[in-house]
């Protein structure tokens, strides 16, 4: 089992930056596939970030990929992103998934096999 707990989350105004935090438990994080999703308030859980084991393969959603950068500590068993030029309609709970075969891209909920809590991001206009 593979616990995952996010952080970082907060109030922003737009045009701000958030850098968010995700921390996964297992001796083995370093084969993990990692991902980052949102959901708004009415919406569906919707991709945001990928990264892959060795952090060298990243992936983003065309609607954030100019504004986000998913990275990856190993030798802290957390996976970062780094957000900027926040909008309002960036207000979202986002979530870290976990996928522990090393050779999956979390791009799909489906690819993910553990997902944290989420962490509560607001953007103020």
């Known amino acids: 089992q593979v616990q995952v707990v996010e952080s970082g989350g907060g109030l922003v105004q737009a045009g701000g930056s958030l850098r968010l935090s995700c921390a996964a438990s297992?001796?083995?994080?370093?084969?993990?596939?990692m991902g980052w999703f949102r959901q708004a308030p009415g919406k569906e859980r919707e991709f945001v970030a990928a990264?892959?084991?060795?952090?060298?393969?990243?992936y983003y959603s065309d609607y954030m990929k100019a504004r986000v950068i998913i990275s990856r500590d190993n030798a802290k068993n957390t996976v970062y992103l780094q957000m900027n030029s926040l909008k309002p309609e960036d207000t979202a709970v986002y979530y870290c998934?976990?996928?522990?075969?090393?050779?999956?891209?979390?791009?799909?909920?489906?690819?993910?096999?553990?997902w944290g809590q989420g962490t509560q991001v607001t953007v103020s206009a």
């Open positions: 998934a976990a996928n522990t075969n090393p050779e999956e891209i979390i791009t799909t909920e489906g690819k993910a096999d553990y």
């Open positions: 297992g001796r083995t994080f370093s084969r993990y596939a």
């Open positions: 990264i892959s084991r060795g952090g060298k393969r990243r």
